[in-house]
């Protein structure tokens, strides 16, 4: 017999970051998490917040959507899955649903969601070009260095006398206050603001030790890069920001930067850098890629996929 279940105090080992109650809290949110369970197996959830009587499954997140507990799961349960959840809404009220879905890179069973979703009436209302780096196939940095196409190796390779070192913010608040500052100061440039803040990222910190992280390039002990990320899952980092600011060197840091992110990947036996999305919204309401970024997230091995919001009712 299976069965949906409403939201426990705690989400389950395999529910994502921005699927777990406690995510949702600290945005003061009215959480939900339904699990599906088959013959007392725990199959997986659907997390998200109730914003104006609708499940918004990625509330105040770059993506939410369906957890599965295995790897691999048949199409019947996630289909399964995806009909108690839905069906458990409409008990409880919750007419319409919006799932900003997490990429294809975070579980085996992504494109089976997306088909049983669109299969129910959901319709795509947002895509976007999403990277990541498939760490799983590298045994070694230097495994990964000789993946790269020739332009990316030898921009290393020239790199490679230079003083680079890194750090990683720990206890000390000025760790963290210089590498918000240098991301702000990164995205100012651009004309842009950064999506989180440095009070609402400490919160997060604080309710989930060890998954968020802030990592510092230096050049010759001068910081002149930074990269935020979280663990959302077991086995995928992502990459919450990036970038350079307030230095003169010739040449970009960010391949440097990049490098030493995913060389850590693959000591700590990460298989996923989600390193986020390459598209830009234009007043049309539609999006555009972002070739620039496109071509530097090419450039360090990353693969591309889409990342879809879908939309529809629960009944």
Same mark, same amino acid.
Request: with cysteine.
């Given at each position: 017999?299976?069965? &949906?279940?409403?939201? &426990?105090?705690?989400?389950?080992?395999?529910?994502?970051?921005?699927?777990?109650?406690?995510?949702?809290?600290?945005?003061?949110? $009215?959480?939900?998490?339904?699990?599906?369970?088959?013959?007392?197996?725990?199959? !997986?959830?659907?997390?998200?917040?109730?914003?104006?009587? =609708?499940?918004?499954?990625?509330? #105040?997140?770059?993506? !939410?959507?369906?957890?599965?507990?295995?790897?691999?799961?048949? &199409?019947?349960?996630?289909?399964?899955? @995806?009909?108690?959840?839905?069906?458990?809404?409409?008990?409880?009220?919750?007419?319409?649903?919006?799932?900003?879905?997490?990429? %294809?890179?975070?579980?085996?069973?992504? =494109?089976?969601?997306?088909?049983?979703?669109?299969?129910?009436?959901?319709?795509?209302?947002?895509?976007?070009?999403?990277?990541?780096? *498939?760490?799983?196939?590298?045994?070694?940095?230097?495994?990964?260095?000789?993946?790269?196409? #020739?332009?990316?190796?030898? %921009?290393?390779? +020239?790199?490679?006398?230079?003083?680079?070192?890194?750090?990683?913010?720990? $206890?000390?608040?000025?760790?963290?206050?210089?590498?918000?500052?240098?991301?702000?100061?990164?995205?100012? #440039?651009?004309?842009?603001?950064?999506?989180?803040?440095?009070?609402?990222?400490?919160?997060?910190?604080?309710?989930? /030790?060890?998954?968020?992280?802030?990592?510092?390039?230096? +050049?010759?002990?001068?910081?002149?890069?930074?990269?935020?990320?979280?663990? @959302?899952?077991?086995? @995928?980092?992502?990459?919450?920001?990036?970038?350079?600011?307030? +230095? *003169?060197? /010739?040449?970009? /840091?960010?391949?440097?930067?990049?490098?030493?992110?995913? %060389?850590?990947?693959?000591? =700590? !036996?990460? =298989?996923?850098?989600?390193?986020?999305? #390459?598209?830009? &919204?234009? *007043? $049309?309401?539609?999006?555009?890629?972002?070739?620039?970024?496109?071509?530097?997230?090419?450039?360090?091995?990353?693969?591309?996929?889409?990342?879809?919001?879908?939309?529809?009712?629960?009944?």
């Amino acid at each position: 017999m299976s069965s &949906p279940s409403a939201a &426990p105090a705690q989400a389950f080992p395999f529910t994502s970051l921005f699927n777990d109650p406690r995510f949702h809290a600290l945005n003061g949110a $009215d959480s939900v998490l339904l699990a599906h369970e088959d013959e007392g197996r725990l199959v !997986g959830s659907l997390g998200g917040a109730l914003v104006g009587g =609708e499940l918004i499954s990625g509330h #105040s997140a770059p993506f !939410g959507g369906f957890d599965i507990a295995r790897d691999r799961e048949t &199409p019947a349960q996630v289909g399964a899955l @995806v009909d108690s959840s839905l069906a458990r809404l409409a008990e409880m009220g919750v007419p319409s649903a919006v799932i900003r879905c997490a990429p %294809a890179c975070h579980q085996a069973s992504y =494109e089976t969601v997306v088909f049983t979703l669109l299969n129910r009436g959901f319709a795509v209302v947002e895509a976007d070009l999403n990277f990541f780096v *498939d760490l799983g196939r590298f045994e070694s940095p230097e495994a990964y260095v000789a993946s790269l196409r #020739s332009p990316a190796r030898r %921009a290393l390779k +020239h790199a490679a006398g230079e003083p680079w070192s890194v750090a990683e913010a720990g $206890d000390d608040p000025a760790d963290w206050d210089r590498g918000f500052a240098l991301l702000a100061e990164n995205r100012e #440039s651009r004309g842009r603001q950064l999506t989180v803040d440095r009070p609402y990222v400490e919160r997060i910190r604080h309710e989930f /030790p060890g998954r968020v992280r802030l990592m510092e390039l230096r +050049h010759d002990e001068r910081p002149v890069a930074s990269a935020l990320t979280y663990k @959302v899952r077991p086995g @995928v980092e992502f990459a919450v920001a990036w970038g350079d600011a307030g +230095h *003169d060197l /010739p040449r970009s /840091p960010m391949n440097r930067l990049a490098y030493e992110v995913i %060389a850590r990947g693959i000591a =700590e !036996g990460t =298989e996923i850098l989600d390193i986020g999305t #390459s598209t830009l &919204p234009a *007043d $049309d309401g539609r999006r555009y890629p972002n070739n620039g970024l496109i071509q530097f997230k090419h450039s360090v091995g990353a693969a591309s996929q889409v990342r879809l919001t879908l939309a529809g009712e629960t009944s």
